[in-house]
Nanobody, 115 residues
Framework: QVQLVQSGGGLVQAGGSLRLSCAAS????????MGWYRQAPGNEREWVAR???????THADSVKGRFTISRDNAKNTVYLQMNSLKPEDTAVYYC?????????WGQGTQVTVSS
């Protein structure tokens, strides 16, 4: 079992920045990847970024160049730095941890970008 606790988020004007954090605890040793998804009202959950246990990162085209996923292994924490935010980035953001055959989710964090 992996527990994920998210922090960060909130309200920001377009062009601003926010950083989300996702702290993991529990049986963390077999987690092969962590990442972020988001879900806007009326939309399906959308993948945002991923970081593997080897440190390889990938980002969705919609956020590439603006968002950066990173991690602090000493703190078992993954971050999502979000810059140049746009109103269309408004969503509830969820972190996840993949520990085959399971996927664990954080509680979700609201990000609202005003125009």
């Amino acid at each position: 079992q992996v527990q994920l606790v998210q922090s960060g988020g909130g309200l920001v004007q377009a062009g601003g920045s926010l950083r989300l954090s996702c702290a993991a605890s529990g049986s963390f040793s077999r987690v092969i990847a962590m990442g972020w998804y988001r879900q806007a009202p009326g939309n399906e959950r959308e993948w945002v970024a991923r970081i593997t246990d080897s440190g390889t990162t990938t980002h969705a085209d919609s956020v590439k160049g603006r968002f950066t996923i990173s991690r602090d292994n000493a703190k078992n924490t993954v971050y999502l730095q979000m810059n140049s935010l746009k109103p269309e980035d408004t969503a509830v953001y969820y972190c996840l941890a993949v520990q085959p055959p399971y996927t664990f989710w954080g509680q979700g964090t609201q990000v609202t970008v005003s125009s």
